[in-house]
């Protein structure tokens, strides 16, 4: 352990390093653990990137909701690869020790994208309100300008709000135990090697919670309920499905989003986090990033469709090249001066 001067009251002040307990009593099940999260973390790697090209290079993709879904695609790699890639560093090393700094940047990061998702979230159900409930507007309303406002003051609410709390937390000073009982730096296992009492950060905490995590969440509650009035209206079947059915993707993820925070927060913390607690943290950090992409695949027909074209589109423009290789040759009397020869 590296520690610097005591501090007033006797305590030692850690100086430069902590220890990420994590999954270390797993012993040899590490191992697994790492392998298991190595397909995990390649897969939502993978699949967002794929729903970011596949919308990229599609024009007809390029409406309001895909936007939001792009944006959406970028939070998700970037909250995974905040915290597994040190995880699975630490899965596979006896010393499990992360900087101050790069403690700070991971749970800076780790918030960030959090914040950033429940605002983002809530704009994605402002514009499916706006398309089922207005729809003879909504190009107007939902305009490019609008769009990039939305997702801009989304980003700007996470990194403007958590820069704040990172940096008030990581100006007290550390002291005991430079020991993290967490796979990654979260702001509870971190608060309590304050030397002081942190009640005003948890206090900023609840505050931020309520502002930016419960009130967006109500936001997407009103939004559904109109949604929902909107298509109970509609008297035939096939509109009412066709109608749900635009809407239904992003239901999904925000279930499982505000799903899995919920069982998080409401879970009985120990003094020390224990390693239920941790397991919970983990499908938290996993769960909805390799889902999202898959979800919004599996249950969108113009993604599907797209990403049909673009397949046979790849495979004819491979045929097309041979044939048009095989004509050239032909026309030049190839192949039959070749079989005149052999006549």
């Known amino acids: 352990m590296t520690y610097s001067k005591s501090d007033p009251r006797g305590n030692q002040t850690i100086s430069d390093v902590l220890i990420l307990v994590g999954f270390s009593s797993?012993?040899?099940?590490?191992?697994?653990?790492?392998?298991?999260?190595?397909?995990?973390?390649?897969v939502t790697l993978m699949g967002n990137l794929l729903v970011i090209l596949l919308i990229k290079l599609n024009p007809s993709l390029?409406?309001?909701?895909?936007?939001?879904?792009?944006?959406?695609?970028?939070?998700?790699?970037c909250f995974t690869s905040g915290v597994v890639p040190k995880l699975l560093v630490h899965l596979l090393v006896e010393e499990k020790t992360i900087s101050i700094a790069g403690c700070a940047a991971q749970m800076y990061v780790n918030t960030i994208m959090g914040l950033t998702e429940c605002c983002l979230l809530t704009a994605m159900a402002y514009d499916r309100y706006v398309a089922i409930c207005h729809p003879l507007h909504y190009t107007t309303i939902m305009s490019g300008r609008v769009c990039t406002l939305l997702a801009g003051?989304?980003?700007?609410?996470?990194?403007?709000?958590?820069?704040s709390k990172t940096m008030w937390t990581f100006s007290l000073p550390f002291c005991g135990s430079n020991r993290v009982h967490h796979f990654f730096c979260d702001t509870p296992p971190v608060l309590?090697?304050?030397?002081?009492?942190?009640?005003?950060?948890?206090?900023?905490?609840?505050?931020?919670?309520?502002?930016?995590?419960?009130?967006?969440?109500?936001?997407?509650?009103?939004?559904?309920?109109c949604i929902i009035s909107s298509i109970l209206k509609l008297h035939s079947m096939e509109g009412r499905?066709?109608?749900?059915?635009?809407?239904?993707?992003?239901?999904?993820?925000?279930?499982?989003?505000?799903?899995?925070?919920?069982?998080?927060?409401?879970?009985?913390?120990?003094?020390?986090?224990?390693?239920?607690?941790?397991?919970?943290?983990?499908?938290?950090?996993?769960?909805?990033?390799?889902?999202?992409?898959?979800?919004?695949?599996?249950?969108?027909?113009?993604?599907?469709?797209s990403f049909r074209k673009r397949i046979e589109k790849s495979i004819f423009a491979h045929n097309g090249r041979n044939w048009r290789m095989k004509i050239k040759v032909n026309e030049n009397g190839g192949i039959k001066g070749r079989s005149q020869m052999f006549g």
């Open 62 to 77: 390029h409406t309001p909701m895909y936007f939001f879904l792009v944006n959406l695609s970028y939070l998700e790699i």
């Open 153 to 163: 003051v989304s980003w700007f609410i996470g990194i403007s709000v958590e820069v």
């Open 192 to 225: 309590k090697l304050l030397c002081i009492d942190a009640w005003k950060i948890r206090t900023f905490s609840i505050s931020v919670s309520v502002l930016f995590i419960l009130f967006p969440f109500l936001l997407i509650i009103l939004s559904y309920i």
């Open 241 to 305: 499905r066709k109608a749900f059915s635009t809407c239904s993707a992003h239901l999904v993820v925000v279930t499982l989003f505000y799903g899995t925070a919920l069982i998080n927060f409401l879970t009985p913390k120990s003094s020390n986090t224990s390693e239920g607690d941790q397991v919970i943290s983990l499908l938290n950090t996993i769960v909805p990033p390799v889902l999202n992409p898959i979800i919004y695949t599996l249950r969108n027909k113009e993604v599907k469709e």
């Open 26 to 42: 797993l012993g040899k099940l590490q191992i697994l653990l790492f392998v298991v999260l190595l397909v995990i973390y390649l």
